[in-house]
């Protein structure tokens, strides 16, 4: 019978795997966006910079960061979603993944994105919602709020193409 791994070395190994995942993404670091996990579930946040202000006369975040920090955090929530069943049933290697093999990432086929307020100069959240993943296509529902969750001030829907998933030979 073989013992179960210590908790630290679990966590250690899903952190690591994040950041891999994370830092495959250089726009992500551009904008600063950060992940925060627990357990399997993850919250996108988007610390307030200067830079991030469209209209410094509001002022108000620029409508494409908030359209990028939505897109990314479906992205991102996508790939962890898969990643993490990955990782779970031993599919894939987790020390090949902290070594930065990851799997590919899926592609954007369609984005929408539900202005419903403006965003204020503080920072952001968002969680994303896999609705649907199958072999070629996923759909992503992403929210994203300031101080209450209970008022998101943009929402996003994600379509996405998976990638093929190559057998080992």
């Known amino acids: 019978m ?15 795997a994040l950041a891999a995942l994370v830092g495959a993404v250089p726009y992500i670091q551009f904008l600063g966006i950060q992940f925060d996990r627990r357990g399997d579930e993850l919250t996108a946040i988007l610390p307030y910079d200067a830079k991030l202000i469209g209209n410094p006369s509001l002022p108000a975040l620029h409508g494409g960061v908030t359209a ?35 799997p590919p990432l899926p592609k954007t086929i369609d984005f929408t994105v539900d202005y419903l307020r403006a965003g204020l100069p503080r ?12 072999r070629r296509y996923a759909s992503v529902q992403v929210e994203a709020w300031q101080d209450n ?21």
């Open 68 to 102: 990028s920090f939505l897109e990314v955090t479906g992205l991102i929530g996508l790939a962890w979603a898969s990643l993490w069943d990955d990782l779970e049933t031993g599919r894939i290697d987790p020390n090949a993944v902290t070594a930065g093999a990851l």
């Open 149 to 169: 969750r209970d008022r998101p001030f943009a929402l996003g829907s994600v379509h996405c193409l998976m990638p093929e998933i190559t057998q080992p030979t």
């Open 123 to 134: 920072d952001c959240y968002a969680r994303a919602r896999v609705n649907r993943s199958g």
């Open 2 to 16: 073989k013992r179960p791994e210590p908790v630290q070395v679990i966590k250690y190994r899903r952190d690591a």
